[in-house]
């Protein structure tokens, strides 16, 4: 049992080039979301989704797209990478969307920098 | 929890002494904390949780305290080990499917 895959484990990127963070959970979850970690400081919600096809904001959207075909896959998307998107990325999953939430299954991280 | 900047906040503890870890946490509507333990270079891992209607809640050499009437959360780590050392966030639900956490503190077990 997998739990919560994250590729690639490291990036670098110039800026304004694009790239694509991928996400997959084996765990049937419905709850999936992205946070993003800098030195110092805690975790910051991203985006994040309840099920296939629904997404949502988190604390700080702005230069990231995500969608969710699928209930496994949930891919972070940077269109035009910038300096201030060097971070550490981690991917997390729980098993129901309920609004009491649930505990989250972490993925081992992508460590992101962006030249 | 509450954001402490550029520098995570610090315990150090001898091997088999208890820790406690502070959270202060900043909505009176939450209704679900969690602690999470983060090794280096490795995703946080959910340690222990506790919902809004009660006030402790005990698993395996971690307890975890609620007082709501201050907004402050605490983790107890008895007989501390080695293998303790890490970061541990605390984590509020403010509902509408987002968890948000404290910016952390590192335990630094001596042996």
């Known amino acids: 049992n997998a739990g919560v895959t994250q590729t690639p484990k490291f990036q670098v990127l110039k800026t304004g080039q694009s790239m694509t963070l991928q996400c997959a959970q084996d765990?049937?979850?419905?709850?999936m979301s992205w946070y993003r970690q800098d030195p110092g400081m805690g975790l910051r919600l991203i985006h994040y989704s309840v099920g296939a096809g629904i997404t949502d904001q988190g604390e700080v959207p702005n230069g990231y797209n995500v969608s969710r075909s699928t209930t496994e896959d949930f891919p972070l998307r940077l269109l035009s990478a910038a300096p201030s998107q060097t971070s550490v990325y981690f991917c997390?999953?729980?098993?129901?969307?309920?609004?009491?939430?649930?505990?989250?299954?972490f993925g081992s991280g992508t460590q992101l920098s962006v030249l | 929890g509450e954001s402490v900047g550029l520098h995570l906040p610090t315990l150090s503890v001898q091997e088999g002494d208890n820790s406690i870890i502070n959270c202060a946490y900043s909505n009176s509507a939450s209704d679900y904390f969690i602690w999470y333990k983060q090794e280096s270079g490795k995703g946080p891992q959910f340690i222990i949780d506790i919902r809004s209607n009660m006030d402790k809640r005990q698993g395996q050499r971690v307890t975890v305290l609620l007082n709501k009437t201050v907004k402050h959360l605490s983790l107890q780590i008895a007989a501390t080990q080695p293998g303790d050392s890490a970061v541990y966030f605390c984590a509020e639900n403010t509902g509408g499917f987002k968890t948000i956490f404290g910016a952390g503190t590192r335990l630094f077990v001596k042996a």
């Open positions: 997390a999953s729980s098993l129901t969307a309920s609004t009491t939430n649930e505990k989250l299954f």
């Open positions: 765990m049937n979850h419905e709850y």
